[in-house]
């Protein structure tokens, strides 16, 4: 249960900050990427980035920004979320959509398909 709630909030946040909408099909696969980087990590950090993921999930609520969780608003709010918690004043939420987005956006920068739209060769 708990795996199937992680990777519904995950997924949601890899839609909230995907620098490439149109192409939602690389969202599933950088998931699994970052899933796959995580088992790398150290225990704590593997369950700091968790409880920071249940966070994100009920702040919407406690902020009363929404009457929804994270993972069940729609991708305009969600990503309104973000950017208004990357704007807080220096804080745990600001950190933490920093760390967010610094993983999924790494996890899509490293996607070859990204490489090969990019245009670096040894990715062709």
Not at 24 to 43: H, R, T
């Amino acid at each position: 249960m708990c795996y199937k709630i992680t990777k519904r909030i995950f997924l949601s946040l890899i839609n909230a900050l995907n620098p490439y909408p149109e192409e939602e099909d690389l969202e599933g696969e950088v998931y699994n990427f970052i899933m796959n980087l995580l088992s790398s990590y150290p225990l704590i950090v593997r369950i700091a980035l968790f409880l920071g993921l249940f966070f994100l999930e009920v702040y919407p609520l406690f902020s009363l920004k929404s009457f929804k969780p994270f993972s069940f608003m729609n991708h305009e709010k969600r990503v309104k979320i973000i950017e208004d918690m990357l704007e807080k004043k220096p804080g745990i939420r600001r950190n933490l959509a920093r760390a967010f987005k610094a993983l999924v956006q790494m996890a899509f920068y490293e996607h070859p398909w990204y490489m090969k739209k990019a245009g670096y060769s040894w990715a062709l």
